[in-house]
C-alpha cells in the first residue's frame, strides 16, 4: 500500500494533466470518427475523404513548430486554453458547413489548433514524468486517455445512429469546453515554463527547428521514422476501418463506433503493463516486437473475408500500439533537453503529421485503385520496415543504451 501511495504521489500531476487530456480527447475522437463518415455521406468518394482528412494534419504539420516555441515561451496552460476555446467554436461552424469547399477550409483551420492543444499537453506530461520512470509515466498517461479513444466513436456512433452525423459536430464543442473548464480549475496554479534564449522570426526557422533535433541524439532520425510508421496505421484505422467496416463487412455507425471502442480498449489495456516491462527489461525489445506483431495482423486483416477474422487481426493490431508508443514517447522525454522540449516535442510530432497525412490519402488512393482493404497491406509494408528500423539501429546499440533500455 505505501508503495503504491508513493508511486501516485510521483505521477499525481501526470494524472491530473492525463484527465484533462481524457476529456479532450472525447471532443477530438467525436471529430476524427465523426469527419469521414460525414464527408463521405457529402462526397460519395473515399478519395475526397482522405483528402478531406489529410488537410487537417497538413495544416497541422505546418502549425507544429510555432505552436511548440510559443509553448515554451507563453505555457502548456495558456496555450491549452486558447486551444480548447477555438476547437469548441471550430465545432459549432462545421454543425452548419453544406459544401465540401468548406469542409476543406474548415479542415485546415482545425488542424492548427488541434496541435495547439496537443503539443502543451504532451510536453505538460514531460514536465511532470519523473526521471527514472519515464516509461510508467507515459503509461499512466496512455492507459488514462485511451478511456476518450474507447468511448468516442461509441458515442460518435450512438450520436450519428440517434441523430445525425453531422449532431456529432455539437458534442465536440461540448466536450471541447468542459476539457477548457477543467484545464481552469486543475491547473490554475501549476504553469510551467522553461526559460531559453528568445528566437527571431525567419524563414529558416522550420530548418533551424529541424536541425536541433536531428542534431539531438543520434537516434532522433530513427525515433522519427517510427513514429511516422505508427501513426500511418493511426490515421488508416480512424478513417477508414470504419468505412470500410460499413461498405465492406455490413457494420451499421453504433458497430463501427463500438469496434474503433474495442481496440482502443486494448490498447488501453495494455499501456501500463508494457511501459512496466519497457523501464525494466528495455525499450528497444519492446519496441521491435510491437512492430512485427502490428505486421502480422494487418497481413491477416488484409487477406479476411470472414467479419470474426476481420475484428480479431484489427484487435491485435491495435495491442501492437501499446507495445511501441509508450517506448517512442518516452524515448523523447529522456533525450530532449528541458529548456527546449516545447519546440523538440513539436518537431517530433511532425512526424506522427506525415503519418496522419499520408495515411489517408495513399489509402483512399488505394481503394479506389483496387480493392477496400490494400491499405492494410499498405501498414504491413510499413510495419514491417519499422521492425527493420528499430532492430538494426537500436539493438547493436549496446555500447551506451541505459537510455533506451
Known amino acids: 500500500m505505501a508503495a503504491e501511495f508513493k508511486m501516485y504521489s510521483k505521477l499525481s500531476n501526470v494524472i491530473l494533466a492525463s484527465i484533462v487530456s481524457l476529456v479532450a480527447i472525447l471532443a477530438i475522437g467525436i471529430y476524427d470518427f465523426a469527419l469521414p463518415i460525414f464527408t463521405e455521406s457529402e462526397s460519395g468518394s473515399f478519395g475526397i475523404v482522405g483528402i478531406i482528412v489529410s488537410l487537417v494534419y497538413i495544416a497541422s504539420f505546418l502549425a507544429e513548430i510555432p505552436v511548440g516555441l510559443a509553448t515554451d515561451k507563453f505555457g502548456r496552460i495558456k496555450v491549452m486554453i486558447t486551444a480548447l476555446a477555438v476547437i469548441a467554436f471550430f465545432a459549432i461552424i462545421y454543425f ?29 506530461v514531460r514536465d511532470f514524468s519523473p526521471k527514472k520512470i519515464t516509461s510508467q509515466a507515459q503509461g499512466v498517461y496512455l492507459s488514462i486517455t485511451q478511456i476518450g479513444w474507447i468511448l468516442a466513436p461509441v458515442i460518435a456512433g450512438f450520436v450519428a445512429l440517434t441523430f445525425s452525423d453531422r449532431h456529432n459536430f455539437l458534442v465536440v464543442a461540448g466536450f471541447a469546453l468542459l476539457a477548457m473548464v477543467f484545464t481552469l480549475i486543475l491547473f490554475r496554479r501549476k504553469e510551467t515554463k522553461h526559460s531559453r534564449k528568445p528566437i527571431k522570426p525567419r ?69 501500463f503493463s508494457s511501459s512496466y516491462l519497457m523501464d525494466k527489461i ?28 476481420y475484428v480479431f487481426s484489427l484487435l491485435v493490431a491495435a495491442g501492437s500500439i501499446s507495445w511501441i508508443l509508450p517506448g517512442t514517447e518516452a524515448l523523447l522525454t529522456e533525450i530532449a533537453p528541458t529548456n527546449i522540449l516545447g519546440e523538440m516535442s513539436a518537431v517530433f510530432d511532425t512526424a506522427k503529421d506525415i503519418g496522419l497525412m499520408a495515411g489517408p490519402i495513399v489509402a483512399g488512393v488505394l481503394i479506389e485503385i483496387f ?19 528499430s532492430g538494426l539501429l537500436f539493438w547493436p546499440d549496446r555500447r551506451k543504451t541505459h537510455h533506451l533500455r
Open 282 to 309: 528495455g525499450k528497444k525489445y519492446i519496441v521491435t516486437s510491437g512492430f512485427i506483431l502490428l505486421f502480422t495482423a494487418m497481413y491477416f486483416t488484409f487477406l479476411a473475408h470472414n467479419p470474426l477474422v
Open 96 to 124: 452548419f458547413t453544406t459544401s465540401i469547399f468548406q469542409l476543406a477550409i474548415l479542415s485546415l483551420l482545425f488542424g492548427v489548433v488541434a496541435v495547439a492543444f496537443w503539443v502543451p499537453s504532451t510536453v505538460l
Open 371 to 389: 480493392v477496400p482493404q490494400t491499405p492494410f497491406l499498405l501498414i504491413a509494408v510499413a510495419a514491417g520496415s519499422g521492425a527493420i528500423i
Open 203 to 271: 524563414i529558416t526557422l522550420l530548418y533551424d527547428s529541424f536541425k536541433r533535433y536531428k542534431n539531438m541524439h543520434k537516434h532522433a532520425i530513427s525515433l522519427y521514422s517510427l513514429t511516422a510508421i505508427v501513426y500511418l496505421w493511426i490515421a488508416v484505422q480512424w478513417t477508414f476501418v470504419p468505412l470500410i467496416s460499413i461498405t465492406r463487412f455490413g457494420f451499421n455507425e453504433i458497430g463501427a463506433g463500438m469496434l474503433l471502442g474495442a481496440m482502443s480498449a486494448i490498447e488501453g489495456a495494455m499501456f
